[in-house]
């Protein structure tokens, strides 16, 4: 029964675009009425209806040890009750930079409050630095929804981008060049036409917008140890966008798994979702000489009313405080098990599909090939994937409302948590295989 969601949803399209506060929500891709939930517990959501469902989307990455963690509601309790906001410097944002500082390899950071005003500060930061304009990003990465991020590759590989929505003027674009992901030569191409104009190559350090497409291995070493030599050949920085792995893929990011092993630094790398236990903060951060041009030290302007707020750096801190190798090592046990068995029923059902990872984060491509970027991730069976998702959400298992993204899972995805998912995979690949277009 969904009436409460139901009657929820049209009093909210009455006031609200489309319904929802966030597209993605709002189940165009699938289908239906999104679900409207009431409260969540550790891996399960419970909706206005009573309904439960096993959760993995994880609020699209946030809960890495699941809702209500006991650390995290003491540690938010216990700031909420001293006041939420003063605009002026507290001892957690100390705190919690200090953290993010010891498990990655930025040597300064800037707390706000969302990925997008992190993403588009780095950038303000690395053109104010470098002295230069041109920003180069992959088509399939999404770094928020920054006017000059939101782009369209242009007619060649070397020409400049189209604006990727209506409200975002050419000009805001027209700086952007859009390069499909994982192409070495492209960036080379780029590179020797405008090296010397790019302030900056921004890069998901492992997509998952497009659904999960893993750095591939250029002469020897990963696609990101190529993109940062080539940026610091050309006097460009190389900043990594980390909002979506940092801290998940590993407690120092998807850095973690290759560059920390390939001895390369990002210039500038950017953080959310995970570091902000539920609440809305971010980050940005690097090089100290870098950062060293940031306000009020240096020229380049940022701010923000409640950029390093009490209340969300108290979750921040209590969640990366519980970030502990066991969390990790659970992570890895549900992503494995949940991997097997899709592949399984999948399989069983006859359905072509495609399961690629980056640590535990991980998505399902409903297509023949392995995907390497975005011309590949469209491939996949969108009208497949709508009947697997409903039929999954039928038996209690909340997947991401759209084909083209990560499954989330926690540290608190227990036994019954994982069987109920499993349970419900075999019937829901057949509906999928009912469903297939191809
Ligand atoms: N960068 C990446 C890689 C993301 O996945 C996202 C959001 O999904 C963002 C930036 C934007 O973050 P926010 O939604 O907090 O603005």
């Known amino acids: 029964m969904t009436t409460g969601s139901d009657a929820l949803f049209a009093r909210a399209r009455a006031v609200t675009p489309g319904g929802v506060n966030s597209p993605v929500r709002a189940f165009n891709a699938v289908g239906g009425t999104p679900r409207f939930i009431a409260s969540a517990q550790g891996p399960w959501l419970t909706d206005v209806d009573g309904n439960t469902y096993v959760d993995l989307i994880c609020s699209w990455g946030p809960m890495l040890l699941g809702h209500a963690h006991p650390a995290v509601v003491a540690a938010v309790n216990e700031a909420v009750a001293r006041g939420t906001s003063y605009g002026t410097p507290t001892e957690n944002e100390v705190a919690l930079v200090e953290a993010i500082v010891a498990r990655t390899p930025v040597e300064q950071l800037r707390l706000v409050s969302s990925g997008t005003e992190a993403t588009m500060s780095a950038i303000r930061l ?8 041109v920003v180069v990003k992959f088509a399939g990465c999404y770094h928020g929804h920054v006017d000059s991020l939101l782009a369209s590759a242009g007619s060649g590989l070397t020409t400049f981008s189209l604006p990727g929505t209506p409200g975002v003027p050419a000009s805001s674009t027209e700086l952007t060049l859009v390069l499909p992901y994982n192409d070495p030569d492209a960036v080379r191409a780029a590179f020797a036409e405008h090296g010397d104009r790019i302030a900056c190559l921004i890069t998901e350090a ?10 591939a291995q250029v002469d020897g070493r990963s696609f990101n140890a190529f993109l940062a030599e080539t940026c610091r050949a050309h ?18 990011g998807q850095w973690g798994t290759d560059g920390a092993h390939e001895g390369w630094v990002p210039d500038l790398v950017t953080f959310g979702k995970v570091m902000g236990g539920g609440f809305p903060a971010a980050a940005f951060g690097g090089r100290a000489d870098v950062m060293a041009h940031l306000a009020p030290e240096g020229p380049v302007y940022q701010a923000g009313t409640l950029s390093g707020n009490p209340v969300a ?38 359905v072509p599909h495609v399961i690629q990872s980056t640590g535990s984060m991980f998505s399902v491509f409903l297509t023949e090939d392995p995907v390497h970027d975005f011309a590949g991730a469209q491939r996949t069976d969108t009208a497949a994937y709508g009947a697997f998702f409903h039929a999954m959400l039928d038996a209690g298992v909340h997947l991401p409302p759209s084909a083209f993204e990560a499954w989330f899972v926690s540290a608190s995805h227990d036994d019954r948590a994982v069987e109920q998912v499993l349970d419900a995979l075999p019937a829901a690949a057949r509906a999928a295989a009912r469903a297939a277009t191809g």
């Open 313 to 350: 750096t108290a979750a921040g801190l209590a969640t990366l405080t519980a970030a502990t190798d066991e969390v990790y090592a659970r992570l890895d046990v549900v992503a494995d098990a949940l991997r097997a068995g899709a592949a399984e029923a999948f399989t069983a059902a006859g």
């Open 235 to 252: 006097g460009a920085l190389f900043v990594s966008d980390e909002v979506m792995t940092g801290f998940r893929v590993s407690a120092s």
């Open 126 to 133: 690395a053109r104010g630095f470098t002295g230069r304009d």
């Open 206 to 215: 492992a997509p998952g917008n497009m659904g999960v497409v893993p750095p």
